[in-house]
């Protein structure tokens, strides 16, 4: 099955490929004052949450077969953010875990590298070593994850060491109190220090859509992090049910979808959490097609924050391969 | 905000592999009998071809119900009515309606690639619209069989008699289920004629009421076209009739039945607006209007044909529009992934290719996404007709097919005046983010459904029915049962 890898770009993580963001020139006044932020995100147009969930119900349906199969099993596979969150990560556990990044699986050398590996700050030194010159980013949560709640200077020294550590993309929390009580440009003010504290680093912003539970807010979030710097948008910390679903990761398409079409400049969308058959990918592949396009459908713009995932898009590529199932020995636990 | 230029079509990575239905569970006879008195029998009139829009194959031939077959069966029914359906104890007749409705739940993909093959609709359609949609009809009215006496609509509501019905190409099944449930909940029993382009699911009903041991002559199904159709509105012994069809059509049997002591529900053509406030979610908006315009090729009586749009954000709207509807997949109605499917004959074809033409020649501006159409079938693509004035032939004849005509308005006074500036009344969609904006134009506007922040959504519990030339009484809900009942007040 040589021609599963066909549809990967070579190119697709190296620095080279990167685009740095331009300056978004049209919105460049919103962030004047806080009165101006405020009714510039609420004058966004709403989302009415029972025909965004219809919207997805639909795409659900679509049905992916065959050679498209084939196609969007390695492209998932290729956008994984393989990730291990837990307090109990050791240096074996992460070293374990870049291992399979490198090589899921050992049975079928075509099988594609995941994106990036995804661990907390202290560790990213361990995955960076791991992973070497693999092209494999290292990325490390950041900014008092998962709950945000430290001081900014805590913040910044956490980016900072996760950066020093070799940490290629920094995945930070936004402050959800903050935006809540609707002190808007603080989260803004926060997004920009840390991007800058990240360096050459890649910005992920963790919105945390499952405590802003209304897509008005998500959509509000999703715009705020993009014009602070963001290079991705991503749903959840994966420590909030619910995480990652269809339609918040709907309106987040949407929103960069927009934001592209009015500034010139593609921003990345995550969803984390949650999302751990090969039925779900298959779903936000689909949604991604249909919503902000196929320019978006590569691991420079699109990721999967996930651990489980992984296993079950190689069983089914196992499947598609040979025709016939496996089981859980025949890939490998990390 | 301005919308940038959409940039250059790439080619498309991720290319569904085609996921065709199977059509092998569908058995399609080589020709097909009326239903007359529990039996199929040879219909005395000249046989006719029925074909599949989407490849012009000629799928069966089916029967021609000539007058005496129609009188034959209006025997049947009445014979039914007076010895077995009429006197049947009201739970019983909600026992029949249960197991029709079981079985077609049952028989559900079958009769979903059936609709489809002799409709030319997706499966996507059939399958979680159509056929699902006709069972909770079934479903619906079956409850209601015993609980006629309680339904708020006076002391003792009886059955009319023998319905004659006559229903359309659209939604061949669920128009069905529309006509029959309610009038055999109601303790009516019924001869209906199918369209004349798409009569394969009702025969397929027909084994499905033979299934449910339905005492025979309840309902008895003549195939036939305009003619048959002629004979169950005009035979002396139908006591009401019912039909969901054109306006021009619905004029001729409102004639033919005046005079007579038949009671008559008709459910004609439309014009509807669909409005989209500037404070409206544009995103679903969007949807709303694809949904609106696009659902079933267009083919819909209440479908959101008029885009009434606020002037201040049209250019915004109409850009987010053309970038959806160049995703819609237009093709085979068995693939799965299909959006859009065949126009259902080519007479209709050719209808909308006049209109639109005739949009064209008026000045409105038609714009279509590039779509490549199957070479074999009747096929055309969605079409959206911008600067469209209210006096253009496109912005007050009903198209039925897959064309919309944008409109602007100023104010929301200015997009009441020209939603109710149509002949028709039969639907109309509010889009605003704003309750009590919806609460006040719902109540300005002159149609039988008003659909907010949602378009084309359908349910047995909710009446449905026209002002003016959209016809007459309302299917659906507690007060459809009125149309099959004497003595019926309204409370």
Same mark, same amino acid.
């Given at each position: 099955?040589?021609?599963?890898?066909?549809?990967?770009?070579?190119?697709?993580?190296?620095?080279?490929?990167?685009?740095?963001?331009?300056?978004?020139?049209?919105?460049?006044?919103?962030?004047?004052?806080?009165?101006?932020?405020?009714?510039?995100?609420?004058?966004?147009?709403?989302?009415?949450?029972? +025909?965004?969930?219809?919207?997805?119900?639909?795409?659900?349906?679509?049905?992916?077969?065959?050679?498209?199969?084939?196609?969007?099993?390695?492209?998932?596979?290729?956008?994984?953010?393989?990730?291990?969150?837990?307090?109990?990560?050791?240096?074996?556990?992460?070293?374990?875990?870049?291992? *399979?990044?490198?090589?899921?699986?050992?049975?079928?050398?075509?099988?594609?590298?995941?994106?990036?590996?995804?661990?907390?700050?202290?560790?990213?030194?361990?995955?960076?070593?791991?992973? +070497?010159?693999? +092209?494999?980013?290292?990325?490390?949560?950041?900014?008092?994850?998962?709950?945000?709640?430290?001081?900014?200077?805590?913040?910044?020294?956490?980016?900072?060491?996760?950066?020093?550590? +070799?940490?290629?993309?920094?995945?930070?929390?936004?402050?959800?109190?903050?935006?809540?009580?609707?002190?808007?440009?603080?989260?803004?003010?926060?997004?920009?220090?840390? *991007?800058?504290?990240?360096?050459?680093?890649?910005?992920?912003?963790?919105?945390?859509?499952?405590?802003?539970?209304?897509?008005?807010?998500?959509?509000?979030?999703?715009?705020?992090?993009?014009?602070?710097?963001?290079?991705?948008? *991503?749903?959840?910390?994966?420590?909030?049910?619910?995480?990652?679903?269809?339609?918040?990761?709907?309106?987040?398409?949407?929103?960069?979808?927009?934001?592209?079409?009015?500034?010139?400049?593609?921003?990345?969308?995550?969803?984390?959490?949650?999302?751990?058959?090969?039925?779900?990918?298959?779903?936000?592949?689909?949604?991604?097609?249909?919503?902000?396009?196929?320019?978006?459908?590569?691991?420079?713009?699109?990721?999967?924050?996930?651990?489980?995932?992984?296993?079950?898009?190689?069983?089914?590529?196992? *499947?598609?391969?040979?025709?016939?199932?496996?089981?859980?020995?025949?890939?490998?636990?990390? | 905000?301005?919308?940038?230029?959409?940039?250059?079509?790439?080619?498309?990575?991720?290319?569904?592999?085609?996921?065709?239905?199977?059509?092998?569970?569908?058995?399609?006879?080589?020709?097909?009998?009326?239903?007359?008195?529990?039996?199929?029998?040879?219909?005395?009139?000249?046989?006719?071809?029925?074909?599949?829009?989407?490849?012009?194959?000629?799928?069966?031939?089916?029967?021609?119900?000539?007058?005496?077959?129609?009188?034959?069966?209006?025997?049947?029914?009445?014979?039914?009515?007076?010895?077995?359906?009429?006197?049947?104890?009201?739970?019983?007749?909600?026992?029949?309606?249960?197991?029709?409705?079981?079985?077609?739940?049952?028989?559900?993909?079958?009769?979903?690639?059936?609709?489809?093959?002799? /409709?030319?609709?997706?499966?996507?359609?059939?399958?979680?619209?159509?056929?699902?949609?006709?069972?909770?009809?079934?479903?619906?009215?079956?409850?209601?069989?015993?609980?006629?006496?309680?339904?708020?609509?006076?002391?003792?509501?009886?059955?009319?008699?023998?319905?004659?019905?006559?229903?359309?190409?659209?939604?061949?099944?669920?128009?069905?289920?529309?006509?029959?449930?309610?009038?055999?909940?109601?303790?009516?029993?019924?001869?209906?004629?199918?369209?004349?382009?798409?009569?394969?699911?009702?025969?397929?009903?027909?084994?499905?009421?033979?299934?449910?041991?339905?005492?025979?002559?309840?309902?008895?199904?003549?195939?036939?076209?305009?003619?048959?159709?002629?004979?169950?509105?005009?035979?002396?012994?139908?006591?009401?009739?019912?039909? %969901?069809?054109?306006?021009?059509?619905?004029?001729?049997?409102?004639?033919?039945?005046?005079?007579?002591?038949?009671?008559?529900?008709?459910?004609?053509?439309?014009?509807?607006?669909?409005?989209?406030?500037?404070?409206?979610?544009?995103?679903?908006?969007?949807?709303?209007?694809?949904?609106?315009?696009?659902? /079933?090729?267009?083919?819909?009586?209440?479908?959101?044909?008029?885009?009434?749009?606020?002037?201040?954000?049209?250019?915004?709207?109409?850009?987010?529009?053309?970038?959806?509807?160049?995703?819609?997949?237009?093709?085979?109605?068995?693939?799965?992934?299909?959006?859009?499917?065949?126009? /259902?004959?080519?007479?209709?074809?050719?209808?909308?290719?006049?209109?639109?033409?005739?949009?064209?020649?008026?000045?409105?501006?038609?714009?279509?996404?590039?779509?490549?159409?199957?070479?074999?079938?009747?096929?055309?693509?969605?079409?959206?007709?911008?600067?469209?004035?209210?006096?253009?032939?496109?912005?007050?004849?009903?198209?039925?097919?897959?064309?919309?005509?944008?409109?602007?308005?100023?104010?929301?006074?200015?997009?009441?005046?020209?939603? /109710?500036?149509?002949?028709?009344?039969?639907?109309?969609?509010?889009?605003?983010?704003?309750?009590?904006?919806?609460?006040?134009?719902?109540?300005?506007?002159?149609?039988?459904?008003?659909?907010?922040? %949602?378009?084309?959504?359908?349910?047995?519990?909710?009446?449905?029915?026209?002002?003016?030339?959209?016809?007459?009484?309302?299917?659906?809900?507690?007060?459809?049962?009125?149309?099959?009942?004497?003595?019926?007040?309204?409370?």
């Amino acid at each position: 099955m040589a021609g599963m890898t066909h549809v990967l770009d070579p190119d697709a993580l190296s620095d080279g490929a990167r685009l740095l963001p331009a300056p978004v020139d049209p919105f460049s006044d919103v962030t004047r004052s806080d009165a101006a932020f405020r009714a510039f995100l609420h004058g966004l147009p709403g989302v009415d949450q029972v +025909g965004a969930e219809s919207r997805v119900a639909m795409l659900g349906t679509r049905s992916i077969k065959t050679t498209a199969k084939a196609w969007a099993i390695d492209t998932a596979i290729s956008m994984v953010d393989l990730t291990t969150l837990e307090g109990s990560d050791t240096p074996g556990k992460v070293r374990s875990l870049a291992a *399979k990044a490198r090589r899921p699986d050992p049975g079928d050398l075509n099988t594609p590298p995941v994106a990036a590996v995804c661990v907390y700050g202290d560790l990213a030194g361990v995955a960076r070593q791991a992973l +070497g010159n693999s +092209g494999i980013h290292v990325a490390a949560v950041a900014t008092a994850f998962p709950s945000g709640r430290a001081s900014r200077a805590i913040k910044i020294a956490d980016v900072k060491d996760a950066v020093a550590n +070799g940490a290629d993309e920094i995945d930070m929390v936004i402050d959800r109190g903050a935006f809540l009580a609707g002190r808007y440009l603080d989260v803004y003010d926060e997004i920009v220090a840390v *991007k800058e504290a990240c360096g050459t680093a890649h910005l992920k912003v963790i919105l945390e859509t499952g405590e802003l539970v209304t897509l008005d807010n998500v959509r509000r979030a999703s715009w705020l992090a993009m014009l602070a710097g963001g290079d991705f948008i *991503k749903t959840s910390t994966g420590k909030i049910a619910p995480a990652a679903t269809l339609p918040v990761c709907l309106v987040m398409l949407e929103a960069v979808r927009d934001f592209r079409a009015q500034t010139g400049t593609q921003i990345g969308v995550k969803p984390a959490g949650g999302i751990r058959t090969t039925q779900d990918a298959m779903k936000h592949l689909v949604l991604v097609n249909e919503t902000a396009g196929p320019d978006w459908l590569s691991p420079h713009w699109f990721r999967f924050g996930a651990s489980s995932l992984l296993n079950d898009l190689l069983l089914q590529r196992q *499947k598609l391969r040979t025709g016939h199932y496996s089981g859980p020995d025949y890939v490998t636990v990390d | 905000m301005t919308t940038a230029p959409p940039s250059p079509a790439k080619p498309n990575l991720f290319e569904y592999a085609p996921a065709p239905e199977s059509r092998s569970i569908v058995d399609i006879k080589p020709s097909y009998g009326l239903f007359i008195d529990g039996e199929f029998v040879d219909g005395t009139g000249e046989a006719f071809k029925t074909v599949n829009p989407a490849t012009e194959e000629v799928l069966t031939e089916v029967s021609s119900g000539s007058v005496a077959d129609v009188d034959r069966a209006v025997a049947a029914a009445r014979r039914a009515f007076t010895r077995v359906w009429g006197p049947m104890r009201p739970a019983d007749r909600g026992k029949y309606l249960f197991r029709i409705a079981r079985l077609l739940q049952e028989r559900a993909r079958e009769f979903a690639v059936l609709e489809s093959l002799d /409709n030319g609709k997706p499966i996507r359609e059939s399958r979680d619209v159509d056929i699902p949609l006709a069972a909770a009809h079934f479903f619906y009215h079956a409850g209601w069989a015993d609980k006629l006496d309680f339904a708020g609509l006076g002391p003792n509501p009886r059955p009319l008699g023998v319905a004659g019905q006559v229903i359309p190409w659209n939604f061949p099944m669920l128009m069905l289920a529309w006509k029959v449930a309610p009038a055999l909940a109601t303790g009516n029993t019924v001869v209906l004629k199918p369209a004349e382009t798409t009569p394969l699911t009702a025969l397929l009903f027909a084994e499905i009421c033979q299934q449910a041991d339905l005492p025979p002559g309840v309902v008895n199904i003549v195939t036939g076209a305009g003619e048959t159709g002629r004979a169950v509105v005009e035979h002396g012994d139908v006591d009401k009739v019912a039909f %969901t069809g054109s306006t021009e059509v619905g004029k001729s049997i409102a004639r033919a039945v005046a005079g007579t002591r038949k009671s008559l529900t008709l459910e004609l053509g439309g014009k509807a607006a669909n409005i989209v406030f500037d404070d409206a979610p544009i995103d679903q908006a969007v949807e709303g209007i694809v949904q609106g315009i696009f659902f /079933n090729q267009g083919h819909v009586c209440c479908a959101g044909s008029r885009l009434l749009v606020q002037e201040n954000i049209h250019d915004e709207v109409i850009a987010s529009l053309q970038r959806r509807i160049g995703t819609l997949r237009v093709g085979d109605p068995l693939d799965k992934n299909t959006d859009i499917g065949a126009i /259902n004959s080519a007479e209709q074809l050719a209808r909308i290719r006049e209109l639109s033409d005739i949009g064209e020649a008026e000045g409105a501006v038609r714009w279509q996404p590039e779509c490549v159409l199957p070479d074999r079938g009747f096929w055309f693509p969605p079409t959206v007709f911008t600067d469209v004035s209210p006096a253009h032939r496109i912005a007050r004849d009903e198209v039925f097919g897959p064309v919309l005509s944008v409109l602007t308005f100023r104010t929301p006074d200015e997009a009441v005046a020209k939603a /109710n500036n149509t002949t028709y009344g039969l639907s109309a969609g509010i889009w605003t983010e704003k309750g009590s904006r919806i609460l006040k134009i719902a109540n300005q506007l002159r149609a039988g459904v008003v659909w907010a922040n %949602t378009f084309n959504k359908f349910d047995p519990t909710s009446p449905f029915g026209g002002y003016k030339q959209s016809g007459y009484g309302r299917e659906g809900g507690r007060h459809g049962l009125t149309g099959y009942l004497k003595g019926a007040t309204h409370s």
